[in-house]
């Protein structure tokens, strides 16, 4: 059992010699790992979620979302933001749900590493993702959540509070995207307008601070009514809008809708234009309504992204990276919301030990946060809202969304 003496000498050089070699080994993984060529530290690795639409009917908005994150994390990481630390994005696919969106949350909430959120598309689906994410101090910034009471609460119009300390967002809000459109389209001339939301909060909030405002200018309401968004035939809805003589029709809710709404107005001779808030700025909103669609109205958030000279590296930047998907209607508010997490993570993770220790300090250091950005100056009031509350109003023209009023609402 032992073999002979020169067997064993043989053996024993051997095993040295495998000894030695996995030695070796390690020390080369431990250098490949450290991310500075061996000098002994370690590179750690802190991630970002992307909560959004990346299937379905607003996909288009969502995917932008996504890769307008990715852009911005990529730059970090080149540029070497936070020493030490490597970012990386995680996405998840909301489907637009509130139930998908809600275990979306729960998946990077359980995950150690993530740190911060952007998103979400639609304010339903941010209703469910907020009280997931705020327990664990996961930040939260939304390139496009509308909804007043998501930083205001419930009673964001007569008693503001805050529910989620947690939660910010790139975009302003529909106390504000509401009363702009009826102020363009009061001021255009038209004093009675029919009001058309499809059940969820996002559209019932948009009608009603719209309606709010008309009233108070001295606009008249001839017809409020509402849609199931999962419909496609809403000849009920307009046969019971038309005899009201609305001299224009202002809907709350997405495109999927409002496209096939306004072709079937216009087919049944309800021949005055369709408006409605961001949801429906979109290119798939002209296709869907058709050709009759010419002088129907949008407003959305901020200027368009392609004027500003604030945008021209991050289109180019866009552009270059060769995303399979363009970044839509959201794509600058969505840079900007991963620039800001990455403006607090300076301060956050400076000197962190890990990302879950971090996560109270990255919140904090939010209410710090000012940049110059894509979209304008990037920086939050007490609620959590942006400081910016530049909107634009866009008419369809010759089959094309075309910006015809840009003004910034915080100097009314």
């Not at 300090?361 to 950005?373: E, L, Q, R, W």
Request: proline share 6%; net charge neutral; charged share 20%.
């Amino acid at each position: 059992m032992g073999g002979t003496v020169q067997q064993r000498s043989v053996v024993r050089v051997g095993a040295s010699l495998i000894v030695a070699s996995l030695a070796l080994t390690a020390c080369g993984s431990r250098n490949d790992d450290s991310g500075d060529g061996g000098s002994g530290s370690t590179t750690k690795t802190a991630k970002i979620g992307v909560i959004a639409p990346l299937s379905g009917d607003l996909s288009a908005l969502g995917l932008g979302i996504q890769h307008s994150v990715e852009l911005a994390v990529k730059q970090a990481n080149d540029a070497n933001a936070i020493p030490g630390w490597k970012l990386e994005v995680v996405p998840q696919d909301d489907e637009q749900k509130p139930d998908v969106g809600k275990n979306a949350a729960t998946t990077l909430s359980s995950d150690a590493d993530v740190i911060g959120v952007v998103g979400t598309l639609n304010t339903d689906v941010s209703q469910q993702v907020q009280p997931i994410l705020a327990p664990k101090n996961i930040v939260q910034v939304s390139p496009a959540n509308t909804g007043p009471g998501l930083t205001m609460g419930a009673k964001w119009q007569t008693a503001p509070q805050r529910p989620y300390p947690t939660y910010f967002r790139t975009c302003t809000t529909d106390a504000v995207q509401g009363p702009f459109a009826a102020r363009y389209l009061f001021n255009s001339g038209i004093k009675k307008v029919a009001t058309i939301h499809d059940k969820r909060a996002y559209g019932q909030g948009l009608v009603g601070t719209f309606t709010d405002e008309f009233k108070k200018l001295g606009g008249t309401i001839v017809a409020a009514e509402t849609i199931n968004p999962d419909d496609s035939n809403y000849t009920a809805v307009v046969s019971a809008v038309k005899p009201s003589a609305p001299e224009a029709v202002y809907y709350g809710g997405q495109y999927p809708e409002a496209g096939p709404l306004s072709q079937q107005m216009k087919a049944a001779g309800l021949t005055v234009p369709l408006m409605g808030g961001d949801g429906i700025y979109d290119g798939k909103y002209i296709t869907l309504a058709g050709k009759n669609s010419n002088n129907d109205l949008a407003t959305s958030v901020g200027a368009p992204v392609e004027s500003l000279p604030s945008a021209k590296k991050f289109v180019e930047d866009y552009a270059a990276a060769k995303y399979p998907d363009p970044f839509a209607a959201y794509g600058g508010y969505s840079y900007d919301a991963a620039n800001a997490i990455i403006n607090a993570l300076k301060v956050s993770l400076k000197d962190a030990a890990d990302v879950t220790s971090a996560r109270p300090a990255t919140v904090a250091a939010m209410k710090d946060v000012s940049f110059d950005g894509v979209t304008g100056k990037v920086a939050f009031d007490e609620f959590g809202d942006t400081t910016s509350k530049v909107l634009t109003t866009y008419k369809v023209t010759a089959g094309k969304w075309v910006a015809v009023k840009t003004e910034d609402f915080a100097a009314k």
